[in-house]
């Protein structure tokens, strides 16, 4: 019998999922099937229960329901604690099991496919919501020599960094509001809402060192705001989140199917040039 498997959120049609997945499965030769579902804001729960009973075997989660789904997990694992948002379900009889891929497949895109390590680095976060929660700590587990959130809310990102330190006190993490960001940074990365109105958030100039990756998590955006001030700092190296995208992909496919899947034509294909 064909496996079953959807992504789902609300607005759902400008998903990639179906397309990333089908790929997987059709170049690993898995017999699966994936299809996006128009989640019901309210009644998420409700969503995923009429999935399960059509037979579903795992779902991927996107705005808004990541905190719904971590909410309606048996079994969040360790990563998806930390973040208090889920990006991945797998369903075993009566257990939930949940996951968040979003800053594995961020870490990977960058040291893997980008080729820029983290250790040693100066990192620095802009914005502290659910995709910073999770991509603290695959960060960390890199080594850079400091990692810096900052947010326009500095509350919300010290709370983040308490959290960590409580986990892990000799992490060289901390928060600061955007006015306070000092020094340069040899990668930068947008995890703010603000490219997706064409907005840029508060960073100034000076945060992007010589030889600097900026990376905006938004993909298929082109040239965004934050991009474009990269660009006038002089910054080469940019990218969008075209290869997060992919790599949170294959990871919640080979946690599904035991495969691993080669996640480089599928970014080839995906990829939106930067103009």
């Known amino acids: 019998m064909t496996d079953r498997y ?42 995923v229960a009429a999935f399960r009973q059509a037979g579903g075997r795992g779902m991927n ?47 990977r895109d960058v040291t893997h496919n980008l080729g820029v390590p983290l250790a040693g680095k100066r990192v620095l976060i802009l914005g502290a919501g659910g995709a910073t929660r999770g991509m603290v700590m695959p960060f960390l587990a890199e080594q850079p020599a400091e990692l810096v959130i900052a947010n326009r809310t500095v509350a919300t990102a010290q709370a ?35 490219s997706l109105h064409a907005e840029l958030p508060p960073v100034p100039v000076t945060a992007f060192a010589p030889g600097c990756l900026a990376y905006e998590l938004a993909y298929g955006k082109g040239m965004t705001p934050f991009l474009k001030l990269a660009q006038q700092a002089g910054v080469t190296h940019l990218a969008d989140g075209v290869g997060m995208l992919v790599e949170q992909a294959a ?25």
């Open 6 to 47: 959807a992504v789902i959120g609300n607005p759902i049609n400008h998903t990639k999922s179906p397309l990333i997945h089908g790929l997987f499965a059709q170049t690993t030769g898995q017999d699966m099937v994936y299809t996006a579902v128009l989640g019901t804001p309210g009644a998420f729960a409700q969503d």
């Open 251 to 275: 990871e919640a496919f080979e946690w599904w199917r035991g495969v691993r899947p080669d996640t480089r034509p599928v970014i080839d294909q995906l990829t939106v040039p930067l103009v």
């Open 61 to 107: 989660v996107t705005v808004p329901f990541k905190m719904d789904a971590f909410a309606c997990a048996t079994e969040p694992s360790d990563r998806a604690r930390m973040a208090g948002a889920v990006n991945a379900l797998k369903f075993d009889g009566d257990r939930i099991l949940a996951e968040n891929f979003d800053g594995i497949g961020l870490t």
């Open 160 to 194: 983040l960094v308490a959290e960590v330190l409580a986990q892990s006190p000799a992490s060289p993490v901390s928060a600061c509001g955007y006015a306070d960001v000092s020094g340069a940074f040899d990668l930068v990365f947008n995890a703010t809402s603000a």
